[in-house]
T-cell receptor, first 111, second 117 residues
Framework: GQSLEQPSEVTAVEGAIVQINCTYQ??????LSWYQQHDGGAPTFLSY??LDGLEETGRFSSFLSRSDSYGYLLLQELQMKDSASYFC????????????WGAGTKLIIKP | DGGITQSPKYLFRKEGQNVTLSCEQN?????MYWYRQDPGQGLRLIYY???????QKGDIAEGYSVSREKKESFPLTVTSAQKNPTAFYLC????????????????FGPGTRLTVT
């Protein structure tokens, strides 16, 4: 079967750096995506990794290690508006290339 | 403005009634999706469609039905057979690159919060 694990909640301080981890189990892994969802809102796409390494987009970076079935989202210079839930999602042959979502990590930012 | 619209934002129904949720996109995307989200959980795929007049079941299709008669529209019907229909329903779309169905970047509508009592 397929599964994804990510912490349910992470707390950080405004201006700091936080890392949200995601481990996955699937066959025929294709790629790992990250989405942000504010309370009551819709998810918005942040990043995608298909190959090992770090992808940087402004204050956000995402990392993938295919051999470890592991990835993380790194948020730098945290702002209060970054308070949201962050979801990792995988696409794989197992899922017929559809997104399979983790349960999400609620990021709480304190001033 | 290009985007995805879902209506209504909130919907209340009595148990035993079918209800149809609307989803329209003007992004010219080939693929469209319906997800269900329960409190504190990730999204679960109900149905998806990669081309007009064709759709596939996702992980939790039982009790739901869809149609894709136009590229822009992908309505979802929650039938009385769905045992726990109260949830947040999200519609999404994505472009599909030639030669792949890997739809990792999806664009979401604002969602419909359905309450059945």
């Amino acid at each position: 079967g397929q599964s994804l694990e990510q912490p349910s909640e992470v707390t950080a301080v405004e201006g700091a750096i936080v890392q949200i981890n995601c481990t996955y189990q699937t066959s025929g892994f294709y790629g790992l995506s990250w989405y942000q969802q504010h309370d009551g809102g819709a998810p918005t796409f942040l990043s995608y990794n298909a190959l090992d390494g770090l992808e940087e987009t402004g204050r956000f970076s995402s990392f993938l290690s295919r051999s470890d079935s592991y990835g993380y989202l790194l948020l730098q210079e945290l702002q209060m508006k970054d308070s949201a839930s962050y979801f990792c999602a995988v696409t794989s042959m197992d899922s017929n290339y559809q997104l399979i979502w983790g349960a999400g990590t609620k990021l709480i930012i304190k001033p | 403005d290009g985007g995805i619209t879902q209506s209504p934002k909130y919907l209340f129904r009595k148990e035993g009634q079918n209800v149809t949720l609307s989803c329209e996109q003007n992004l010219n995307h080939d693929a469209m999706y319906w997800y269900r989200q329960d409190p504190g959980q990730g999204l679960r795929l109900i149905y998806y469609s990669q081309i007009v007049n064709d759709f596939q079941k996702g992980d939790i299709a039982e009790g739901y039905s869809v149609s894709r008669e136009k590229k822009e529209s992908f309505p979802l019907t929650v039938t009385s057979a769905q045992k726990n229909p109260t949830a947040f329903y999200l519609c999404a779309s994505s472009p599909l690159s030639t030669g792949t169905t890997n739809a990792y970047e999806q664009y979401f509508g604002p969602g419909t919060r359905l309450t059945v009592t």
